[in-house]
């Protein structure tokens, strides 16, 4: 018994320019598709006749993006929803990830790095919602992080410590509760709120810094609920004493294996 | 407010060899566990003494593994769900990724590619639930493969045809309805029985072929539920006639990259 | 003053099925095309009169795999530096590496994981030069494997061990001395001979057992020289004493940083 | 016959933190290790007498960091091949990366992206020599990349442009005369005139552009050769006109792969 279907196009990759008479504007994303609906005879019986291609889904990102400059990755992930919601289809789901770009020059970039930015724009009889993200977004704060005052059990070996590295890879998904909202400044002040929590915060542990991370992005207009996801990326200090040395905090082991793996939702109110 | 919390450890990489007079076993494991409960002091108030470090939870993999022999991910995971399930844990989730090695000889393996085993169990007071899986099974037939019939748009550009390339990265997750089953042998069953369907199939489009081996893996003992994930992975017939050459269906152009992505979920019964 | 320059293109991926009455025969294989010679005006002066495209090589690839059973990556990789050595190109190389995969039925496949097999074919005007492979053949013992008698001085802290775990993964290039010889064969002899020692060897330390398998390889027919690099990858043994129990060598943590890197090259004779 | 060899250790991960009075300095490097020498008799007979162990190449890494504040990574390569140059060592090699972090604050980072400094060190009995670097930095540019005027064969179907998007990823190595000087800021300089020259360049092709980068970057005092490796990372324009839509080199794939390979070395004078 089918209980559950979904389909669509992964890793489309799109990059467009807007050509002013002054600058050049770009925009780099990489879009995903997926339809859910009433597609069981494609399964049980291998009847095509209402299986949009994925190949078309493909060719339909790049014919709207000609037809719509690409603003921002919210309303260009509306417009595919809108297109896609048709006939047997009950949830028209995109995904869109921005890679960015920084400007060296009216029409020269440099790739921004690790950092994204994120959409998800899903369509149903109920409407449209639009949840904007963060993805990959490392930090790293050299003071105000400790972590004490935790529980011992047989296994625990873990030193109590008031002056830790605290590193993590922040990922970010944040829902609005209106559409028609200029997304891209939305974007930025929560970006702006959640960088300046971390680096201010008097860290007890990932979990409170993470909480005060969501609780300021929340103060963000329109901004109803977010989850934060935050591998915590240890260093680990080096024991010098073995070499007849002492390590003043100075000189760490990065890893990356084991991490912790923290993660909170908070709802406005 | 705080509406969801979780933590845990992940990437714990666990190697156990079990030393018999004749040959070694060995199993090549790496672990993530993940608690949710009453947690919610450590978020607001930055109170750890609930909050069992990540550190312990990694010592307790290799502790555990010390004193049970790991016969199989799934008895191991729930080994470690029973351990992590106290106090304030309202749910306690390990998820197992076995990589696999092939015999070489007695004491010497070989590793055995992209493929892995998985397991994901999960505690709460409802008691516990065990998913066994596979993740990454990379497989191709170059027969019995069409895609036919479907409907076309404006944007619509593929050729209908009646014996491409079929390659697909399985991914599989299915649920069990008992805990005292000999999971070994019920994952090796599973497994067969996908693999001997997508290489009978005659196969109308992944969707018909996915749910003909959902179908089949679900009449394996104990099987409740299967999930389903096989993305589309393309290979594009070469236009040769551009060189004066003719393409008999023998020269594909492997691509990474959009790629379909096909899921579903079947139950039993 | 330019030194030295190259160009070509990378990452060509290239599949074919020979559709035999019985069987189907698959080759998957991603190619690399370099040149070398005079080309310094399209560097200097920006002339690019005799810069054959790149993606002209690429059409290139796929239309002689058209005419030209792909038999085998090294008569392959002869083909295409025979036809790119002309007029201004010094040096014609082509890198192959071929994904395996098993075959599961005469029209399918598995993929075979993460051992790959390569090629690099060279043509200048003394001729062609075949060197042929193996990359990323993932292999562990478990018995036959000590690290001891090494010199210790004050940054040493590493235990000198008569059975540890011993995990590489053998990335090996031997090259041929004659070019009409049936190169699937010698491939296969040269990877048995390897696996072969690796897995007898009575190992004191990676070094010897490289160059025990390095020995054995060349004994092979036509192979005159082999380079092998083998990271070690260690599997360190958990301290369970601070748990109160004692580990019997039986359980281990899998490390991928840092790992160590042993490599030689041997010639016959 | 052993003809060469190697051996050391790799993906050393450090972190340093140097904690001034006002303001954190972080530092983020790997380091990978190589001697050469006369270690035959490890290889032929395991004798293991003269084989610095790989374990404590990483604890030296350490414990030199500890001593010796880390100011730039050339030289903290000299420190190390220092070092390890001495008894049977006939090559010490040392290369180092670091991972590049923005500062938000006196004591927080974020990590700059992909965009990687990169210093090889290597000594031997004729002196030490210093190779610094920079890894992916990817740039793009919009305007003013032309590809015209190449020759055509039976396999060529590229058009010629005018007004193409240039995308690479720079590898640029670099080495100096003198071991004296302030590397940061050569460095600094380096990284400058390559970018400048990428913007402003009329480029008519890649190999042109990144000559012209290299002369710019050979005009840095100390600076005698300089290696560039530039992948031409292909964006295509979508063929609109299937959909009945102009494309006015506003809308492209961007793809991975295949990828041009344009790589040169120029030296000074």
Redesign the interface.
Same mark, same amino acid.
């Given at each position: 018994?089918?209980?559950?279907?979904?389909?669509?196009?992964?890793?489309?990759?799109?990059?467009?320019?807007?050509?002013g008479p002054e600058i050049?504007e770009?925009k780099?994303v990489t879009v995903?598709i997926?339809l859910e609906g009433d597609?069981e005879t494609?399964?049980?019986?291998?009847?095509?006749?209402?299986?949009?291609?994925?190949?078309?889904m493909?060719?339909?990102v790049?014919?709207l993006?000609?037809?719509h400059p690409l603003e921002d990755i919210e309303s260009f992930g509306l417009l595919l929803t809108d297109h896609f919601f048709r006939d047997q289809v009950a949830s028209a789901r995109v995904e869109l990830t921005e890679h960015l770009?920084d400007r060296?020059?009216p029409?020269?970039?440099?790739?921004?790095?690790?950092?994204r930015r994120t959409a998800v724009v899903t369509r149903t009889r109920d409407g449209a919602r639009v949840t904007a993200g963060i993805a990959d977004?490392?930090?790293?704060?050299?003071?105000?992080s400790a972590?004490?005052?935790?529980?011992?059990?047989?296994?625990?070996?873990?030193a109590e410590t008031s002056d830790r590295?605290l590193a993590t890879s922040v990922t970010a998904e944040w829902t609005y509760g209106r559409l028609d909202i200029p997304f891209n400044d939305r974007w930025s002040e929560v970006r702006h709120r959640l960088?300046e929590v971390?680096?201010?915060h008097d860290?007890?542990?990932?979990?409170?810094t993470?909480?005060a991370m969501g609780a300021a992005a929340l103060e963000t207009a329109d901004v109803e &609920?977010i =989850?934060l996801v935050m591998?915590?990326i240890h260093?680990i200090p080096?024991d /010098?004493t073995?070499?007849? $040395? &002492?390590? =003043?905090?100075?000189?760490?082991?990065?890893?990356?294996?084991?991490?912790? /793996?923290?993660?909170?939702? $908070?709802?406005?109110?």
């Open positions: 018994m089918l209980v559950g279907n979904g389909y669509g196009k992964s890793a489309v990759r799109l990059v467009t320019v807007r050509r050049h770009l780099d995903a997926r597609f494609a399964y049980t019986e291998g009847d095509n006749s209402r299986v949009l291609p994925t190949d078309t493909k060719n339909t790049y014919a993006a000609a037809d770009w060296l020059h029409h020269a970039f440099r790739r921004a790095g690790g950092e977004l490392v930090v790293m704060k050299t003071a105000k972590f004490e005052g935790f529980p011992r059990d047989r296994y625990t070996t873990l590295l960088l971390f680096v201010d860290s007890r542990s990932v979990q409170q993470l909480y &609920e =989850r591998p915590n260093h080096v /010098l073995r070499f007849g $040395l &002492e390590n =003043r905090n100075e000189v760490f082991v990065a890893t990356s294996e084991p991490y912790g /793996l923290i993660e909170a939702t $908070l709802r406005r109110g």
